[in-house]
């Protein structure tokens, strides 16, 4: 059962351009929603988050939009930079799930010189 | 840094056997959460645990199975494993907190191949 979808799969971006990346949900208990970076062979890292009391969110380059009425939230990478070549995944929790956390498939975003 | 520490980083098991993987978390969190990866997917949540209990689980055969030590320590073991275990098995750690506490840590994870 797929409760988060993320699109694309894959994202290929210039040096400094904008990257984006969209994610939707299906269950309304969710309550907040985090974006994870994972570089290759190591672990997911909290990039960003926001709960959907507000509809945007922004930490440097990385922006969060939220819709709370079409349950899609999306991710934008501003000024994108070689180094932020990574996986991305949307993520989903319930405050009241014991932190139990429901990743989307993930992005595969590369920005090229 | 005393973030998330992981072990074995690689593992060969053959179809059949049993595997137990480690997890020490982050100095200063009680709750410990197991994630499967597979290939080009997202994390998949097997189970959490907090005081030494299961608290929560995902939709995962009871071939998996886990424990939480005094310390906070965390072990998952997969029993008569099968060519899909195969799979990058993170571990994350966090402090509960009431209404949820999100200040998930993850390891790098075990890489797991099962042949």
């Known amino acids: 059962q797929q409760q988060v979808k993320q699109s694309p799969q894959s994202l290929i971006v210039q040096k400094g351009g904008i990257s984006i990346i969209n994610c939707a949900y299906e269950?309304?208990?969710?309550?907040?929603f985090p974006w994870y970076q994972q570089f290759p062979g190591k672990g997911p890292a909290l990039l960003i988050a926001i709960r959907p009391d507000v509809s945007e969110k922004k930490e440097g380059r990385f922006t969060i939009s939220f819709n709370k009425s079409a349950k899609q939230f999306s991710l934008h990478i501003m000024d994108s930079q070689p180094g932020d070549s990574a996986t991305y995944f949307c993520?989903?929790?319930?405050?009241?799930?014991?932190?139990?956390?429901?990743f989307g498939t993930g992005t595969k975003l590369q920005v090229i010189p | 840094d005393a973030g998330v520490t992981q072990s074995p980083t690689h593992l060969i098991k053959t179809r059949g056997q049993q595997v137990t993987l480690r997890c020490s978390p982050k100095?200063?969190?009680?709750?410990v959460s197991w994630y499967q990866q597979a290939l080009g997917q997202g994390p998949q949540f097997i189970f959490q645990?907090?005081?030494?209990?299961?608290?929560q689980r995902g939709n995962f055969p009871d071939r998996f199975s886990g424990h939480q030590f005094p310390n906070y320590s965390s072990e998952l073991n997969v029993n008569a494993l099968l060519l899909g275990d195969s799979a990058l098995y993170l571990c994350?750690?966090?402090?509960?907190?009431?209404?949820?506490?999100?200040?998930?840590?993850f390891g790098s994870g075990t890489r797991l191949t099962v042949v």
């Open positions: 994350a750690s966090s402090l509960d907190m009431a209404g949820g506490g999100y200040g998930y840590t």
């Open positions: 269950n309304t208990a969710f309550d907040y």
């Open positions: 645990y907090y005081e030494e209990e299961e608290r």
């Open positions: 993520a989903a929790a319930n405050s009241g799930g014991y932190q139990k956390v429901t």
């Open positions: 100095s200063g969190h009680d709750t």
